[in-house]
């Protein structure tokens, strides 16, 4: 989906910069990535780590999209905001990859192993580090 039917679709939607909100989402943002960190690694926290990171992902671009003057009601726009707004495609690609990780977990009830939970954990910080660099 790109930018222009997220529009269309209401998903995406023009708003002014508010520096109150953006802080606080990104102080939220900072309380789940430590929450994940401070969970075990255990086969029983694998999706729960997972979670936690990727919502402090989405925050990240959450407060970035609302520096930009937009609000973004879809995490699949996300991708198009990144690839279109940001000029990153790789960027774009890279959290279309963990989203689809995540929504597994999430909404279809998929088990994430250790290993895989490791390899995703690196690619969603990397993620936040180029996110942040970014706001």
């Not at 992902?57 to 879809?74: S, T, V």
């Amino acid at each position: 989906m790109d930018l222009l039917e997220c529009r269309k679709k209401r998903f995406v939607k023009e708003v002014s910069i508010d520096e109150n909100k953006i802080n606080s989402i990104l102080k939220n943002s900072e309380n789940k990535l430590k929450s994940a960190d401070l969970l075990p690694l255990e086969g029983f926290s694998t999706n729960s780590k997972i979670s936690l990171a990727y919502d402090c992902l989405r925050e990240l671009l959450e407060a970035l999209a609302l520096k930009n003057k937009l609000k973004i009601y879809n995490q699949e726009c996300y991708t198009a905001f990144l690839k279109e707004i940001i000029k990153d495609s790789l960027l774009g690609d890279e959290f279309d990859s963990v989203r689809i990780i995540r929504n597994s977990a999430d909404f279809y009830g998929k088990k994430i192993s250790i290993e895989d939970c490791k390899d995703t954990l690196i690619k969603i910080k990397d993620l936040i580090r180029k996110i942040k660099e970014e706001l």
